[in-house]
């Protein structure tokens, strides 16, 4: 009886051990210590032995069923302790904690920044809503001149409209202060434009602006390479077509030899090996009449393009909509 009774007593130890929840512990407590149960056979038993033996075999049955009820408690409260509530469960996939991160319009515009920065331009502000005079009039648009037309502007009464450019802020800059000066500003602009792959009704523009004693087309070429090729990592050059703005003589289209060929053709430069990105040109003397500079003494060169345009070039983005649309799959691609 000694040897089956240690059997059992592995066999019981390996049942608890072996219990996952408290389903499978009740049911090995019954299999071994239930009414019916492999141990309380054995108490069954105890009447029937010889008189001699019973003493021992009691106090044998009695330890192990110490010793079980011992392992069953002990098990029990290991499984309460990590009940389904807060169990581990490894096979879960893993919680996902998302960080924030910066619109690729911001990220792009605060590149801007940093290398305008760095060659000493102002960051400039200005305001969203402006005048007739500092969006049209001061940038030599006369009051019925076609080039009004092209900007579809989203007028407000009382001769106020929503900025259709950036290029009030040059104005109003050089209002306050005296050259020689630097700037640039970036901002929002506005053009009632129906929206496709190419345009949508608000969008941003950066706008430079340097004015000094002699400056020429050499400086703006040379400041537009430092740029473009800083924004790119690569090193870039620069083309002028002729253009038209009212504000500036002459004026250019501005070109960058292709950042992802290098100029020998690709489908990203659509085999032209140039990219064209914005508008740039002289300030016209009509512009520094209007505020008081002397333009006699000063030139100036100026320059804007949208920032989606840049961003679309920099990332291969294809469709200007999905900027201000904010879907966090496309927005989680940025850093
Ligand atoms: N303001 C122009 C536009 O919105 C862009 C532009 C062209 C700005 C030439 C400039 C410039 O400063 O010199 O179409």
């Known amino acids: 009886m000694e040897k089956e009774l240690e059997k059992l007593a592995g066999e019981i130890a390996a049942a608890v051990n072996a219990a996952k929840t408290r389903e499978e512990l009740e049911a090995a407590r019954v299999k071994y210590l239930g009414k019916k149960g492999a141990l309380t056979a054995f108490f069954d038993k105890l009447g029937s032995l010889p008189k001699e033996e019973k003493p021992k075999a009691g106090a044998l049955l009695n330890t192990l069923r110490k010793k079980a009820d011992a392992l069953l408690a002990e098990k029990a409260e290991g499984l309460e302790s990590c009940s389904e509530s807060n169990a581990l469960d490894a096979t879960l996939p893993g919680r996902n904690f998302s960080t924030g991160r910066y619109h690729p319009l911001t990220i792009i515009s605060n590149e801007a920044k940093e290398i305008f920065k760095s060659l000493n331009f102002q960051i400039i502000e200005g305001p969203e809503i402006e005048s007739d005079y500092y969006n049209f009039e001061a940038l030599n648009f006369p009051p019925h001149h076609p080039a009004r ?15 259709t450019h950036t290029s009030p802020v040059q104005v109003r800059t050089m209002e306050k ?8 500003t970036i901002g929002k602009c506005y053009r009632s434009d129906a929206s496709d792959q190419t345009h949508t009704p608000m969008f941003h523009q950066i ?4 004015v000094d004693e002699n ?13 473009f090729s800083r924004l790119f990592e690569r090193e870039v050059n ?15 289209e501005v070109s960058f030899s292709c950042h992802v ?3 020998s053709g690709c489908s990203v ?33 100026a320059f804007g393009w949208g920032i989606e345009r ?3 070039i920099k990332y291969g983005i294809n469709d200007i909509r999905l900027f201000p649309e904010n879907d966090l799959r496309f927005l989680g691609q940025f850093e």
């Open 149 to 163: 037309d092209m900007q579809n502007s989203f007028h407000l009464g009382n001769g106020m409209l929503l900025r």
């Open 177 to 184: 202060q005296k050259p020689p000066l630097r700037m640039i």
């Open 207 to 210: 706008e430079g602006l340097m």
């Open 215 to 227: 400056i020429n087309f050499g400086d703006l070429k040379g400041i537009l390479k430092v740029f």
């Open 238 to 252: 620069i083309r002028f077509n002729p253009s038209y703005f009212p504000f500036t003589e002459p004026s250019v």
């Open 261 to 263: 060929c290098g100029g």
């Open 269 to 301: 430069c659509k085999k032209t090996g140039w990219i064209e990105i914005g508008g740039a040109g002289m300030v016209d003397p009509n512009v520094f009449k209007s505020i008081g500079y002397d333009s006699e003494r000063w030139t100036g060169f």
């Open 310 to 312: 840049l961003a679309m």
